[in-house]
């Protein structure tokens, strides 16, 4: 049976970069202690008031259709939200409920890019851009974030990569795999690129509440932005809550009524049981969720220091983010080889940075979403398999160990 040019355009780097972690879980499952540090699935539960107004909506028989750009009041309280940490104007016309920050970057692209097109993404990129580029039948453009750079991008750079046939600027911010920041000066240099070009900018910002070395700034606060900006977030990270799926789009009116045509044949709106919890989460600063800056930010350099003693490996301690990239160009293995005997070896499950592009190859992307004790223990079980290599290679001079910090 023949299938559509869809499935090619969906498949290949970004979707096998997770083959590790399916298989690290299936180890799991038949008993093998694995310690999973792939992907950023947060150990926290979601904030109590969250889950209480989730049960009380489902006990009050709240599990009909729900409108199809989401509760009017979830709306205002994101829009509110938005207003509230940029300081510009954003009312629920704004608003677009989606399942979850995935699904909305999915649909903004469909709403910017077609065929023909081309959409600017700084690389290393998250793993599942490419396919979402794919899908849209559009062109990803990559423009290199080089290490030397702390991976923050060079807007001079982006502007070489702009063609007649560029749609959008994507960023993510802040970063994933780096950790990387965003300035305020180095987004209004991409905003005057898309003032300047009339394009689109699309800004995934799920881990805004989760920064280190500056704070952060939303494209939404930048000026003369609300008419071509798009910006994606959810609570996924924020609220420790990914089995939700509860993200949401703001972005121009006219963006937001196209969307609403686009969920219409697509989702049909989202539970309402689901959004009753997501208002509580929004409506109010929960205290579960302000502690997830300090406790990210405590981890990561918990795991940094832990690394220190790792030969032929370097920990960068992020700015932002729930990860720790490990740069292991000096082990002598490629990230895919090391990911692979680190799990077979020591039961620690981490993602290769293949999948995410060639400026970061060489390096591991390390999760912090394990407890303390389980996050030391695998710092441990790195540093002990590092070690192994030398002695296996026969080095006898002092390991190349170090930590690069790049706050």
């Keep these: 049976m023949r299938f559509s040019s869809l499935v090619d355009r969906i498949g ?15 180890q799991r499952s038949r008993g093998r202690d694995v310690i999973l540090l792939t992907v950023g699935d947060p150990d926290q539960g979601p904030p109590g008031k969250v889950i209480e107004a989730t049960i009380d909506a489902l006990r009050a028989g709240k599990c009909g259709y729900a409108p199809v750009a989401g509760l009017p009041e979830l709306r205002a309280a994101i829009a509110a939200r938005m207003a509230g940490t940029t300081g510009r104007d954003c009312t629920a016309e704004n608003v677009v409920v989606v399942p979850g920050a995935q699904a909305g970057l999915f649909s903004a692209l469909h709403l910017v890019a077609g065929p023909g097109d081309e959409v ?14 794919g899908a849209c039948d559009a062109t990803m453009v990559t423009v290199p974030l080089s290490p030397e750079r702390n991976f923050h991008p060079d807007p001079d750079t982006v502007a070489r990569a702009i063609t007649p046939r560029t749609r959008a600027i994507w960023i993510n911010n802040p970063h994933n795999p780096t950790g990387a920041v965003l300035s305020r000066p180095e987004l209004e240099a991409i905003a005057e690129l898309c003032r300047r070009h009339d394009l689109w900018l699309i800004a995934d910002e799920v881990y805004a509440t989760l920064t280190y070395a500056r704070p952060p700034v939303s494209v939404w606060s930048l000026d003369g932005m609300r008419d071509r900006a798009i910006v ?25 009524g196209h969307m609403f045509n686009l969920l219409l044949c697509m989702t049909y709106g989202g539970p309402p049981f689901i959004q009753e919890g997501a208002l509580a989460a929004v409506a109010a600063d929960l205290p579960e969720a302000l502690a997830m800056n300090g406790i990210y930010r405590r981890r990561a350099a918990r795991l940094v220091s832990g690394l220190a003693g790792a030969p032929g490996c370097r920990a960068l301690s992020p700015e932002g983010g729930m990860f720790v990239l490990l740069d292991i160009r000096q082990s002598g293995l490629s990230s895919k080889d090391f990911a ?4 077979e070896r020591e039961g620690v499950a981490a993602l290769s940075c293949d999948g995410f592009g060639p400026s970061v190859a060489g390096h591991l992307r390390l999760s912090l979403t394990v407890p303390d004790d389980a996050l030391d223990e695998a710092g441990r079980r790195i540093v002990r398999f590092a070690r192994s290599l030398v002695r296996r290679a026969g080095c006898s001079q002092s390991p190349t160990s170090g930590v690069r910090t790049v706050l």
Aim: aromatic share 10%; hydrophobic share 50%.
């Design 232 to 256: 994606v977030s959810s609570l996924s990270k924020s609220h420790a809550a990914p089995g939700f799926r509860l993200g949401w789009m703001i972005a121009d009116p006219l963006v937001a």
């Design 340 to 343: 692979e005997r680190l799990l």
């Design 120 to 133: 600017i993404v700084p690389e290393p990129i998250y793993a599942t851009y490419e396919a979402v580029i």
């Design 12 to 26: 290949g780097r970004g979707a096998d970069a997770w083959t590790l972690h399916f298989q690290a879980l299936e």
